[in-house]
C-alpha cells in the first residue's frame, strides 16, 4: 500500500521557538493532503486542508499564521507550528490521498510534540 | 451537532464476544465511509470501507444505512489484540473523523 512518512515523530521544545513536521509521499503523487491534531483521549481534529501549489485551506477555529502550512510539490507538505506555546503541545498526523474524492487516506506515523 | 457521532465507550467485553458499534453522521451529502483503527499515539489504519451493500472481512462486518444516517461495525469473536480505538469515517471532499469508540477486549 502507499506510504507516507512523516518527520520527527517526537519534538521537545522550548515555549516561543517554532516546529517544522514534515510529511511526504514516497510511492505515489498527493493530489491533497490533511493535517490533523490529536488531543489525549480526543478524535483526530482536522486543521487544514493541502492542495499542492495552492494556499491550504484552514479549519475554523485554526489560526493560519501560527500553523504554516507549505504543500510545494506532490509529494512534501510542511506544518510549522510558530512560537510554540505549551497548549500547543499535541499529537500531529498527517495524510495524503491520490484520489480526487479523497476516498483512502494513508497517513503519516504521527508527531508528538512537546512544549516546555 | 457534530457531524459525526459515536459513543465513546469504553466497550468492556470478554474474549470471544461479539460487540457491535454505530456511528452517525449528518451531511447526508456525504458519500464515502471508513473505520479506522487507532491505537494509542499511533497513525490511525484503515480497517474496511463501508457499503450500502454490507462489507464483511473476517470477524468483521461494516455496514451503511443511509436512510437513518448511520453506519456499524461488528466484530465477532473478539481477540486481544482487538483492543484499540475504532474511529468511523465519513465525508465527501473532507474527511469528518468521529471522536472514536474505545474497545477493551479481556482474558
Redesign the interface.
Known amino acids: 500500500g502507499a506510504v507516507v512518512s512523516q518527520h520527527p515523530s517526537r519534538v521537545i521544545c522550548k515555549s516561543g521557538t517554532s516546529v517544522k513536521i514534515e510529511c511526504r509521499s514516497l510511492d505515489f503523487q498527493a493530489t491533497t493532503m490533511?493535517w490533523?491534531r490529536q488531543f489525549p483521549k480526543?478524535?483526530?481534529m482536522?486543521m487544514a486542508?493541502s492542495n499542492e501549489g495552492s494556499k491550504a485551506t484552514y479549519e475554523q477555529g485554526v489560526e493560519k499564521d501560527k500553523f504554516l502550512i507549505n504543500h510545494a510539490s506532490l509529494t512534501l507538505s510542511t506544518l510549522t507550528v510558530t512560537s510554540a506555546h505549551p497548549e500547543d503541545s499535541s499529537?500531529y498526523?498527517c495524510?495524503a490521498t491520490q484520489g480526487a474524492?479523497?476516498?483512502?487516506?494513508f497517513?503519516?506515523?504521527?508527531t508528538?510534540l512537546s512544549v516546555l | 451537532r457534530k457531524e459525526v457521532e459515536q459513543d465513546p465507550g469504553p466497550f468492556n467485553v470478554p474474549e470471544g464476544a461479539t460487540v457491535a458499534f454505530n456511528c452517525t453522521y449528518s451531511n447526508s451529502a456525504s458519500?464515502?465511509f471508513?473505520w479506522y483503527r487507532q491505537d494509542c499515539?499511533?497513525?490511525?489504519?484503515?480497517l474496511m470501507?463501508v457499503y450500502s451493500s454490507g462489507n464483511e472481512d473476517g470477524r468483521f462486518t461494516a455496514q451503511l444505512n443511509r436512510a437513518s444516517q448511520y453506519i456499524s461495525l461488528l466484530i465477532r469473536d473478539s481477540k486481544l489484540s482487538d483492543s484499540a480505538t475504532y474511529?468511523c469515517?465519513g465525508?465527501?471532499?473532507?474527511?469528518?473523523?468521529?471522536?472514536?469508540t474505545r474497545l477493551f477486549v479481556k482474558a
Open positions: 490533511f490533523y480526543q478524535s483526530l482536522l486542508t499529537f498526523i495524510s474524492n479523497n476516498e483512502k487516506l497517513f503519516g506515523s504521527g508528538q | 458519500q464515502s471508513f499515539r499511533k497513525e490511525p489504519k484503515l470501507s474511529l469515517v465525508g465527501g471532499f473532507k474527511t469528518i473523523f468521529g471522536a472514536g
